[in-house]
Structures are given as structure tokens and as C-alpha cells.
């Protein structure tokens, strides 16, 4: 699907019919069958627009280490 894809109201509108992807709110379900949240979905979405190429280029997940910061004032 297109990153810019609008809600299923916009998809009716134009005459598409709905996604069916999402299960409930804050569910989805990928083309894999899979059920994925939709933070990650949205960050996945947003790293596939933002480099085009990660997922052909074989980055499969992209590694964060946390770091705890104690700010004293």
C-alpha cells in the first residue's frame, strides 16, 4: 500500500473499497498475516519513506541502545 494511503472514509470516497487491515484500534495485520501495532507500523512506514531503499538493501531492524540520563537541578 502507499505510505500516503487516507483512512478507509477518504478510500470510499474516491471509490476504492476499505483496506481491511485493521483489526481493531491499534491493530493491524501485515500482508503476511501478521498482527502488528500501530506505532510500529506507523515506524515502519516512516523509515520506508524516509530511506527508500532499507528494506531491499536487506536492514531488517535497526538497533537502539537506550540510555538512561539522571539530570540533577
Not at 491493530?27 to 515506524?43: E, Q, T
Amino acid at each position: 500500500e502507499p505510505i500516503n494511503q487516507k483512512g478507509d472514509k477518504a478510500r470510499k470516497r474516491k471509490g476504492l473499497s476499505p483496506t481491511k487491515r485493521r483489526i481493531k484500534r491499534g491493530l493491524f495485520r501485515s500482508n503476511k498475516g501478521f498482527l502488528i501495532n500501530a506505532d510500529v507500523n506507523g515506524a515502519l512506514q516512516i523509515l520506508r519513506k524516509v530511506v527508500p531503499n532499507a528494506f531491499a538493501d536487506g536492514i531488517d531492524g535497526i538497533g537502539l541502545v537506550p540510555v538512561k540520563l539522571n539530570l540533577n537541578f
